[in-house]
């Protein structure tokens, strides 16, 4: 999820002198079970991290929940759309949300299906995710982002606001949940990881980015400060409990994975996030490595295409494109004696089922399937 320019083939992300601002300025509009009574809420107050118990933002739509309507468009490469893949797995919803995945690298018109037979989405029937977001506003003038939701009827994009949407997994298509789905957002608790998640998003999640995309030595030094000030707060929370909110999996987990996954393969070099590795942290890597092992995190982590997405399409930051060979992936089936914390993760309910044959990461990109 990175907006484009015109300045080069693949897009420049750096502006000299200045601190890098992401742009948050999504498509609201919503996937809900009740249109009619979630018009009628009160809008959200501003939030980068999505809402709960509100209605629709100024100018959104409400579109209605129906099993097979929707494409999910997802690069496994993106952590920000590996949320949604993974939320999606989690839950048990393959059934009635269908996946499409871009591949790992694209030019300055953004996403393409060049995975695909022939390079076309095999529902969408599109080569680009430009030509969905056209479908629906022409001339679309903002960044053509990851994760996406095509209604495919229309061939139209929905929305791309990615924190709402892993939010309306887990309550609005909650009818087609799979028997045995953890709860990611148990009763009153989003408000209790509220703070945990908007730290975890502003200094973690999207800090690594700072760092990254800093456009002078004094937004990276202070970049830089924040997220390893950030680094060490979750190395002492993750000592005495097993998952961010306690003794199970939730929502906040599955954000800060992402970047976890991402850290040592391409953060930790090609962002200069470089005080030291994930691998060196004792409670977060642990951490880390739990959650890879639990099924419906680490069965979706392609690093092939993580590392080809970062350093070829970022030619601002890596001018050559070559992609580096490290590092050695295997410590991610290390034990990782988080469970001497106790707790389950998926507390009541139980692992989803076995990735789908279509869905499953290529041999060799992950230490779970190897070569």
Known sequence: MAKKTEHST????????????RDTNYIEDRIVADPAAVRALPAPPPSKIGSLGFGL??????????????????????????????????????????????????????????LD????????????????YFARFPGYSRGITVPAIVDIPTGGVVTNDYPQITLDFSTEWREFHREGAPDLLP?????EMRPVIERVFTEVNNGVYRCGFAGSQE????????????????????SSRRYLM???????????????????PVYHGHFKANRNKLDEMEHLWGYAR???????????????????HYYITHEDINPTGIVPAGP????????????????????????????????????GHNPLYPA
């Not at 496994?76 to 059934?95: F, H, K, Q, S, Y």
């Not at 037979?117 to 969905?132: A, I, K, Y």
């Not at 979706?300 to 993580?306: A, E, K, L, P, R």
């Open 10 to 21: 693949k897009g420049a992300y750096v502006t000299t002198g200045a601190e890098f601002t």
């Open 57 to 114: 933002s100024e100018g959104a739509e409400a579109w209605p929940v129906e099993p097979g309507r929707y494409r999910l468009v997802a690069a496994a490469a993106c952590p920000w759309a590996n949320r949604t893949i993974i939320v999606r797995r989690l839950l048990g919803l393959e059934d009635a949300i269908s996946l499409g995945r871009p591949g790992p690298t694209h030019d300055s018109r953004s996403w393409t299906f060049d």
């Open 117 to 132: 037979p022939g390079g076309v989405d095999p529902v969408l029937g599109t080569e680009r995710l430009q030509q969905n």
């Open 187 to 191: 009763e009153g608790g989003f408000e």
């Open 219 to 238: 937004a990276y030094d202070a970049a830089y400060a924040r997220l390893w000030e950030a680094m060490d707060w979750l190395e002492e929370r993750l």
């Open 246 to 264: 306690g003794g199970t999996i939730t929502e906040a987990d599955v954000r800060l994975f992402t970047t976890l996954a991402r850290f040592d």
């Open 290 to 308: 739990d959650l890879f092992q639990t099924p419906g995190f680490g069965d979706t982590i392609d690093f092939v295409q993580i590392k080809r």
């Open 328 to 363: 050695d992936l295997a410590g991610w089936l290390d034990p990782h004696d988080r469970a001497r914390l106790g707790g389950e993760p998926f507390g009541d309910g139980t692992p989803p089922e076995p990735v789908r044959e279509e869905e499953r990461v290529a041999a």
